[in-house]
C-alpha cells in the first residue's frame, strides 16, 4: 500500500538519520586519509606540506609497531579463548537445574556493567597491587613472595581484567543459544547411550557453533579498540610491552602531537577492523530477512 | 530440561554454580566493601572482610575533594541526553523501515551497522582537531553529540528488531474499525511500541555511561563524566583504596541496577539479531 504520497513520508522519516550518519563516516574518515598524508605536528607550526606515503613509511618502521601488532594479537586471541571456553562452560553450568539460577545469573553478568576505567583500576590496586593488593596478602600467607603482576607480565594482567569484563558477554549469549537447543534430541542421544561428553561434542557445540562465532566477532571489534584499560593500569609500558596499536595510535597523535603519523595509524586501524567487520556483516545480513 | 536429576545432583550444581558466581562478582563486592573501611583497614594484612568499623567518612571526603557530583552529573547528562535524542532521531527512521520496508532499507541497515564498526582510533585525530577549533573540547555539549552518533546505529537497529515484532494486522483490524491513521499511533502502535522503546533505552545508557575512549580523550576536567574522573585515580597518591573504592561504588552503582533489569535485552541488542 506504499503510495507516492507514504513514500515521501518514509524517507522524510529516515533522512535525518542517514544524513547525520553519513556525515558521522565520511568527514572524519576524509580527514583522518587527508591528514595521513602530511607532514603535519602541532609542535611545529608552519604550513603542513604533502608528503605522499612518508606517514605510512613511519608507521610501519615505528620500532613500537611490530610489537604494538603482537601485543593487538594476544590481547584480542588471549580474551577470546579464556571467555569463549569460560563462557561455554559457564552457560552449560548454568542450564542445568539448580536452586536460586536467577541470583547466580545476576552474579556471573554483574562484570560487564563495570566501567573499564573502574575495574581497571580495582584490579591493579586492591588486587594486583604486589605490597598492598590481595594477591599479595595471599600469596604472603601462603608462604610465597609477592608477584608485581602489571611490571612483570603487564599484557597478560590486562589480559585477564578484560576477560572479566568480557566472559559476562559471552556467557549471556551462549546461554540464550543452549535455551533454544531441542531437548528430545538430547534425550534420544542419552537413551542411545551417548556419554555427557559425546552429547556436549556432537549435538551441544554444532548448535553453539552460530553463536560462537558472533561472540568472536563482535569481541574482536571491541577488543581491537581496547583503549581505557591500558591507559589506567601500565599506560601501554613498561616501555611498550603492553602497547597495543589503539594506544599506539593514541601517543602518536595525543602524546606526541603527530597529527600525520596518527592519521597513517588510523588508516591501518580502519582496514584492520573492517576485515573482520565484513565477516560478521555477512552473518548479520544472513540473518535479517526483509 | 526435561531429564531426570536427582537432588543430589541439583545440589551440585547449585553449590558449583553458586562457589563459581560468587568468585566472579568478588571483585565488586570487595570493591563495595572497601568504601565502607578506613584506609588502614582497606590495606590491612590479613584483609578483614566484615568485622571493620563501618564508615561512610570516604563518602563524604570523595565529594569535598573533588566535587563527585558534578562529575555524575555529566555521566547522567551525557548518558541520557545522547539517549534521547538519540531515539528522537532513530525512532521515525526504524518505524519506517519496520512498517514500510522497501529495496533499499536492508542495505540501509547494514549500512548504518557497519558505520558502528568503524574502530574510533581510526578518526580521533579529526575528531579532536574539530571539536578543538570549534571549542566543544570538554563541553558536555560535545560529549552528548559524539555519544549521540556512536550508539545511533544500536538504537536504530534495536528499535528496528523491536517495531518488526509488532503485529501488523491489528492494524488492518483497526482500519475496519473505523481508526483514523492518527488513532492508529496513538491507541495500537505507541502502546505497543513503548516496551522495545523502555529497553532500547535502558541499554543505551548503560552503553553511554560506560563509554571510556571518547569521555577520556575529548574532556579535561569540566565535562569529564565518571568514566574519565575514575581514570585520574591512577596515579598513585599514597593510601587511597577506600576513596578509589567509594567512588566506583557510586560510578557502578546505578549501572548495576539498570543493567540487571535489562539483561534479556543486552543479548539483543549487542548481537543485531544475528543470535536468538
Known sequence: MATQHSRAAARLMISPAV?????????????????????????????????????????????????AVWNTVMLVVGVLIITVVGGTMLALLLNQPMFGQGIVRILVIAPFFVMPTVSALVWKNMFMNPVNGLFAHLAKGLGFEAF??????PLLSIILIVSWQWLPFATLILLTAFQSLDSEQLEAAEMDGATGVARFWYIMLPHLARAITVVILIQTIFLLSIFAEILVTTSGGPGTASTNLTYLIYAQSLLQFDVGLGSAGGVFAIILANIVAIFLMRMIGKNLDL | MARAITPRQKWTFTLVAWGIGLLIFFPILWTILTSFKTEAQAIADPPVFFAFDWTTENYTTVQERSNYFHHFMNSVIIALGSTLIGLAIAIPAAWSMAFQPARRTKDILMWMLSTKMLPPVGVLVPIYLIFRDVGLLDTRIGLVIVMTLI??????????????????DILEAARMDGATLREEIIYI????????????????????????????????????????????????????????????????????????????????????????
Open chain 2, 151 to 168: 550508539n545511533l546505529p544500536i538504537i536504530i537497529w534495536m528499535l528496528f528488531t523491536y517495531f518488526r515484532e509488532i503485529p501488523v
Open chain 1, 148 to 153: 608485581d603482576f602489571l611490571s612483570t607480565v
Open chain 1, 19 to 67: 544524513i547525520l550518519l553519513l556525515a558521522w563516516m565520511l568527514i572524519p574518515l576524509g580527514l583522518t586519509i587527508y591528514f595521513s598524508v602530511l607532514r603535519y605536528n602541532l609542535l611545529m607550526p608552519g604550513d603542513n606540506p604533502f608528503v605522499g606515503l612518508e606517514n605510512y613509511e613511519f608507521f610501519f618502521t615505528d620500532p613500537a609497531f611490530t610489537g
Open chain 2, 189 to 276: 502502535l505507541t502502546p505497543m511500541a513503548v516496551p522495545g522503546i523502555a529497553s532500547t533505552l535502558l541499554l543505551n545508557v548503560i552503553l553511554a555511561w560506560n563509554e571510556a575512549f571518547w569521555t577520556i580523550n575529548l574532556t579535561a576536567d569540566d565535562a569529564a563524566p565518571l568514566t574519565a574522573f575514575i581514570a585520574s585515580y591512577s596515579s598513585p597518591e599514597g593510601l587511597f583504596y577506600a576513596k578509589l573504592s567509594a567512588a566506583s561504588t557510586m560510578a557502578i552503582a546505578p549501572i548495576l541496577i539498570i543493567g540487571w533489569f535489562s539483561q534479556k535485552q543486552l543479548v539483543r541488542g549487542l548481537t543485531f539479531g544475528a543470535v536468538k
